[in-house]
């Protein structure tokens, strides 16, 4: 379905043209002075040089010709040469219906269906998630429901950190602690056991430990890079232990991800590249990109425009180990290979920001990916406390996103069961449970991501301003709205909209008409603030209606029922929004 602004604009352009002038000059943008006008359009101002004439003039002539038009309403040249501009109720109410009726509310399919990858995530195995792991989840899985949302063929991919010396330092951790077990007996031929032999609590608790004392013992330090390599070239035993290690903690990551909503098509990690990496090296070698440098081997990616310092890329350490940028290569070799990509892209922390620039570089420069291959980086900023610093817990400890989670969820609880005395407790827990996860996600993805945030609970849980839980406030009120128009007896199949009545109709009904253009722009730029941004303008919007209309007592019945269509719609679009953003609305709240 064509967008609301490209067809006033095309009547606009037939206005200038009528009055011969071009037709390109007649691109209309909303208004920036909603008191004046609903929209503007300032191609007399563009037009004054080519037609030597005075904007003014020009945009007289236009408006001459627009008198009887069936889009505007209203359309007067102001000084020194805009054009002012209002759009007419049955044209907004025809769009409406179009709208509702279109799959997908009007968005159209991509032009080419695209293949993308979504890499977020990115949990490093054994080390409980915590805050700073939120937005990589809450961003990555916006952007995928976004882009499946307009038709792509979108595959998100947990990648997760699992190959490396965090692994050696547990293994080196656990043979310090249990040295019985058969992994670390070299002489064992027989089955290893099924169970793992630590808990994940046990697990967590070994992480940090171990790398505490690898930071103060060389000696550590040495054993558990030992233990790293050994557990790379494949001895059976660190294998099996290794394994048991990533099931126990992938499955406490997914009953995490899945509290958040968060869902991945691939468990996939940076030990799945692994096997790929001496097909890339000889790749790099033989492209001879590739060079040795300090015994290192590396590839240069800097750029005659780079205006920052820009390291080669090092492919092998001088010991022959791989490193970050290795398993980022070798994993785009399997997504091309294998899933066929046309798009990648990656959300992580913002100062990985050279190591993108640097895979991304070699990735084009060695042809492992396409030249029409998009490879785009999503670098996000850090969630802080109120006191501007990154966020922790009152001790001043890293926060785990579960703690996290759990005190928005009280928080939420107490509210609800505040308000509402005639829920059971377990309702309002589950209800708590659904808006807590909006205050968070909502919080998170209003802003743009690459901008630092402040993480302010009380802000977020707010039922009102710009958070998620006022939206969710009004889909249920709308919900309600339409319940009670049922209790009337009346059916919401088969409701027609109609011609806006006053000024907050009007603005609500023009509101909804940007749908697809906003979808469209948030999923090209992917920037899910964009639906935020607009959900929340739709919902002042429809609350402004709603507390100047009398709906339910409307003694008409096709006025009424008029309502209640734009109410359907405004909700389902509004459903919509927070279903692509990753998070849903509670009946009642
Ligand atoms: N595990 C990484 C970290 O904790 C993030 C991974 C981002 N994705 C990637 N393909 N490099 O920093």
């Given at each position: 379905m064509k967008k609301f602004l490209e067809l006033i604009s095309e009547e606009m352009g037939k206005g200038f043209e009528a009055a011969g002038y071009e037709a390109q000059l007649g691109r209309v943008t909303v208004s920036n002075r909603p008191d004046l006008c609903e929209y503007?359009?300032?191609?007399?101002?563009?037009?004054?040089?080519?037609?030597?004439?005075?904007?003014?003039?020009?945009?007289n002539d236009v408006a001459e010709k627009l008198t009887d038009s069936a889009v505007f309403s209203e359309a007067s040249a102001v000084a020194p040469g805009f054009l002012n501009l209002k759009v007419k109720d049955s044209f907004v109410c025809e769009y409406l219906k179009e709208m509702a009726a279109a799959e997908k509310f009007g968005v159209e399919p991509p032009e080419k269906k695209k293949t993308i990858v979504?890499?977020?995530?990115?949990?490093?195995?054994?080390?409980?998630?915590?805050?700073?792991?939120?937005?990589?989840?809450?961003?990555?899985?916006?952007?995928?429901?976004?882009?499946?949302?307009?038709?792509?063929?979108?595959?998100?991919?947990?990648?997760?950190?699992?190959?490396?010396?965090?692994?050696?330092?547990?293994?080196?951790?656990?043979?310090?602690?249990?040295?019985?077990?058969?992994?670390?007996?070299?002489?064992?031929?027989?089955?290893?056991?099924?169970?793992?032999?630590?808990?994940?609590?046990?697990?967590?608790?070994?992480?940090?430990?171990?790398?505490?004392?690898?930071?103060?013992?060389?000696a550590?330090?040495?054993?558990?890079?030992?233990?790293?390599?050994?557990?790379?070239?494949?001895?059976?035993?660190?294998?099996?232990?290794?394994?048991?290690?990533?099931?126990?903690?992938?499955?406490?990551?997914?009953?995490?991800?899945?509290?958040?909503?968060?869902?991945?098509?691939?468990?996939?990690?940076?030990?799945?590249?692994?096997?790929?990496?001496?097909?890339?090296?000889?790749?790099?070698?033989?492209?001879?990109?590739?060079?040795?440098?300090?015994?290192?081997?590396v590839v240069d990616v800097k750029e005659d425009t780079d205006t920052k310092e820009m390291p080669p890329c090092i492919i092998l350490k001088s010991d022959g180990a791989a490193l970050y940028a290795t398993t980022d290569l070798?994993?785009?070799?399997?997504?091309?290979?294998?899933?066929?990509?046309?798009?990648?892209?990656?959300?992580?922390?913002?100062?990985?920001?050279?190591?993108?620039?640097?895979?991304?570089?070699?990735?084009k420069k060695a042809g492992l990916v396409t030249p029409e291959t998009e490879l785009k980086y999503v670098g996000f900023g850090t969630m802080n406390g109120k006191d501007g610093k990154p966020f922790k817990t009152?001790?001043?400890?890293?926060?785990?996103?579960?703690?996290?989670?759990?005190?928005?969820?009280?928080?939420?609880?107490?509210?609800?069961?505040?308000?509402?005395?005639?829920?059971?407790?377990?309702?309002?827990?589950?209800?708590?449970?659904?808006?807590?996860?909006?205050?968070?996600?909502?919080?998170?993805?209003?802003n743009q991501a690459s901008k630092d945030y402040i993480f302010d609970i009380d802000r977020f849980t707010s039922f009102e301003g710009d958070t998620g839980p006022y939206i969710l406030y009004t889909i249920v009120r709308i919900k309600s709205i339409l319940a009670k128009y049922q209790e009337q007896g009346k059916s919401l199949e088969n409701l027609c909209l109609e011609e806006a009545q006053g000024a907050s109709e009007k603005d609500l009904m023009r509101q909804l008409c940007s749908f697809n253009a906003m979808m469209d722009s948030a999923c090209e730029e992917t920037?899910?603030?964009?639906?935020?941004?607009?959900?929340?303008?739709?919902?002042?919007?429809?609350?402004?209606?709603?507390?100047?209309?009398?709906?339910?007592?409307?003694?008409?019945?096709?006025?009424q029922a008029g309502w209640i269509a734009l109410l359907k719609l405004t909700k389902e679009v509004l459903e919509t929004c927070i279903d692509v953003l990753g998070f849903s609305a509670p009946d009642r709240m």
């Open positions: 503007q359009c300032n191609g007399a101002m563009a037009g004054a040089k080519k037609y030597h004439k005075a904007p003014i003039m020009i945009a979504v890499d977020y995530g990115g949990p490093n195995v054994a080390k409980p998630l915590h805050v700073g792991h939120l937005r990589s989840a809450v961003i990555g899985e916006s952007i995928k429901r976004i882009n499946r949302y307009k038709g792509h063929r979108v595959i998100g991919d947990v990648h997760l950190g699992d190959w490396g010396l965090q692994m050696g330092l547990i293994i080196t951790e656990l043979k310090a602690r249990k040295p019985e077990l058969p992994y670390f007996d070299e002489s064992f031929t027989g089955e290893y056991p099924q169970e793992a032999p630590f808990t994940v609590s046990e697990l967590e608790e070994i992480y940090p430990t171990a790398s505490g004392k690898s930071k103060e013992d060389p550590y330090k040495e054993a558990a890079l030992e233990a790293t390599l050994r557990l790379q070239s494949g001895d059976r035993g660190y294998r099996a232990l290794w394994k048991h290690i990533i099931a126990v903690s992938v499955a406490d990551l997914k009953k995490n991800y899945s509290n958040l909503d968060v869902e991945f098509d691939l468990w996939k990690g940076e030990s799945d590249a692994d096997p790929l990496i001496p097909g890339l090296v000889n790749r790099l070698k033989e492209s001879g990109l590739a060079y040795e440098s300090q015994g290192a081997l070798a994993t785009i070799v399997d997504r091309m290979e294998n899933l066929h990509a046309d798009s990648l892209i990656y959300l992580a922390d913002k100062r990985q920001e050279m190591h993108f620039v640097q895979v991304f570089r070699v990735a009152r001790e001043g400890g890293v926060m785990r996103l579960e703690y996290l989670i759990r005190d928005i969820d009280e928080e939420m609880y107490r509210k609800v069961s505040e308000s509402r005395h005639d829920l059971s407790e377990e309702e309002a827990r589950k209800i708590a449970k659904i808006i807590g996860l909006s205050a968070i996600k909502y919080g998170d993805l209003s920037a899910p603030h964009k639906i935020c941004a607009y959900i929340y303008d739709l919902a002042n919007a429809f609350n402004k209606f709603y507390h100047e209309t009398k709906i339910l007592a409307e003694e008409d019945q096709k006025k």
